[in-house]
């Protein structure tokens, strides 16, 4: 077991710790292009799957079908773009209009993926 998750991005990371696991964590992340996306953590998801397969398919497969994916997203949209910075208030003028617009974004991510 790891003490740590080590990010996707580090320029150092192991094989080791590409079978064993990784963060596609962003800072600030949303579903709001305003926000770091949730689009760009797909995509190093992505990159990650081409990593794997370059170390071996049977470990690729024995890796992702163990993992654990967590999601959390969106409470930096609220936070940032509506309360802090009022950016979508001039677009979105109730939070119930907000929190559509990004379970729209949401929905369109996931059936993207």
Do not use: W
Not at 32 to 55: C, H, M, N, P, V
Not at 57 to 78: K, P
Request: hydrophobic content about 40%; aromatic content about 10%.
């Amino acid at each position: 077991m790891k003490d740590i998750v080590p990010p996707f991005l580090d320029p150092n990371l192991s094989e080791e710790e590409l079978v064993t696991g990784v963060s596609f964590a962003l800072g600030q992340s949303g579903l709001d292009e305003l926000s770091a996306s949730l689009e760009q953590q797909i995509e190093y998801f992505r990159s990650y799957t081409i990593k794997l397969k370059q170390i071996g398919e049977d470990q690729t497969m024995h890796t992702l079908q163990d993992a654990l994916v967590l999601i959390s997203v969106g409470s930096n949209d609220f936070v940032l773009n509506f309360h802090d910075f009022h950016t979508r208030r001039v677009t979105f003028i109730t939070i119930d209009a907000y929190q559509d617009y990004l379970l729209d974004k949401f929905e369109v991510i996931i059936k993207v993926c």
